[in-house]
């Protein structure tokens, strides 16, 4: 077959075929449906630790003899007697810890003999963030 014949025979086939597909119909419509996906917020504690020192040498008249700063603790979070998270707050003493929704303890995962830590109750609500400070306080001489 001469070569300008097979490449009109190509193209007369191509054509067909392309307005074969053009004509076909469509698919039916049916239905719509629509899927609503909600992500629920997570239950989380905003932890800030603090650090009070009180004593040393006497404050000049009018200064506090004893001075709080956040600090950064490796902190654990419990439910009865289980630990259900942790983690160590950063340089401006605060962490968020995404927990289980309940009544929860905060506490300092291995304080210092010399420091008298709190260990600070909280609920955690569902979805929501909540606020806690857990705080040592070191007396020195």
């Known amino acids: ?23 076909a119909p469509g698919p039916t419509p ?12 997570a239950t989380q504690l905003d932890i800030t630790s603090a650090q009070t020192i009180c004593g040393g040498t006497i404050p000049p008249p009018g200064q506090p003899f004893c001075r709080t700063s ?16 942790g983690g160590t707050t950063g340089a401006d003493g605060r962490l968020l810890l995404e ?9 300092a995962a291995a304080p210092q003999p010399y420091e008298q830590c709190t260990a600070a109750p909280v609920t955690a ?9 857990q705080s040592c306080t070191i007396n020195a001489p």
Do not use: D, E, I, K
């Open 125 to 133: 609500l569902a979805g929501r963030t909540v606020a806690v400070t």
């Open 99 to 107: 927990v289980p929704a309940g009544a929860l303890v905060v506490s």
């Open 30 to 41: 049916g239905p719509t449906t629509s899927s609503t996906t909600t992500t629920t917020p």
């Open 1 to 23: 077959m001469h070569p300008v014949r097979l490449f009109a025979t190509t193209v007369v086939a191509s054509v067909g075929v392309a307005v074969a597909v053009a004509c």
């Open 70 to 85: 956040n600090v950064s603790r490796s902190v654990q979070v419990a439910s009865g007697r289980q630990v259900v998270a």
